[in-house]
């Protein structure tokens, strides 16, 4: 279930760091304990639940989000530039269901690019170009998201975001598609192309003082056609809600 665990990991870094930042520019550090839930991709896989530990760093240019670290060699007023190297979790072990048995495990990546953000339109922007250098699936990873304020008082702030992901071929095929020796009479062999995918959602922080937080986040993410094809997916869609208390030193 692995890409599960991708979906929870990186949106609790990506979202509680920006939150935090927002409430107060100041360098800090958060520790915290997160809650998941999602569904899968995944024939039979059904919904999974986490309890994960979870570090946020904000120190002049380098940040760490969960599983996110990077350097912003250019920074501005208004847009950065930064160098960034992350972990994924996508894929799956053949164990994970009865329908993925006899498939190779896809393995996770390690992935590295460049991120630029922007403040535009009263929210922000941001884009990532990301290629696999653990030669694990040897494609890249394209996303653009944007989000802005619906709510925001003293100790509060809730956000909607948007946007969609990029998949090259190779990774798309690598972590949906069936090879020869994997297909069998129910499993025919599957070679899938690149794809896009959409998703938006809502984020919510409120401060209770000045060391504890709580987080939230709920997400729906549609696939296209070139995921809803493969034999070892039964469903186009997958939705993500978590909640955490944090920590700030």
């Known amino acids: 279930m692995l890409q599960n665990l991708k979906t929870s990991l990186a949106l609790m870094g990506l979202f509680s760091l920006s939150m935090s930042v927002s409430l107060a520019a ?40 969960g599983i996110d670290a990077g ?22 072990e053949s164990d994970d269901s009865d329908a993925l048995e006899g498939m190779q495990d896809r393995d996770q990546a390690w992935e590295a690019g460049l991120v630029y953000e922007v403040n535009l339109l009263g929210g922000q922007a941001k884009a990532k170009l990301m ?11 394209g996303r653009f998201e944007y989000e802005r ?6 100790t509060y ?5 948007g946007g969609s992901e990029y998949w090259s071929r190779k990774k798309t095929d690598y972590y949906f598609g069936v090879t020869e020796e994997e297909a069998t009479s129910v499993r025919p062999g ?43 997916t039964t469903r186009q869609d997958q939705w993500t ?3 955490g208390i944090f920590y700030e030193f």
């Open 157 to 161: 702030m809730i956000n909607w975001f």
């Open 131 to 141: 290629h696999d250098i653990s030669n694990t699936h040897d494609g890249f990873t």
């Open 241 to 243: 809600i978590y909640a």
């Open 190 to 232: 599957y070679s899938a192309d690149e794809s896009y995918n959409l998703f938006a959602g809502v984020n919510a922080v409120k401060r209770f003082n000045d060391r504890y937080s709580l987080i939230a986040s709920a997400e729906y993410q549609w696939m296209p056609d070139e995921i809803n094809d493969s034999p070892l």
């Open 71 to 92: 350097y912003r060699f250019l920074e501005g007023e208004t847009q950065s530039l930064a160098v960034e190297v992350r972990r994924t979790f996508d894929g799956y």
């Open 149 to 154: 304020s619906l709510l925001t008082g003293t």
């Open 26 to 65: 100041e360098p800090r550090v958060q520790f915290g304990v997160v809650a998941s839930a999602n569904s899968s991709f995944y024939e039979d896989v059904g919904q999974d639940r986490y309890l994960l530990p979870l570090l946020l760093v904000d120190y002049d240019r380098f940040y760490l989000q």
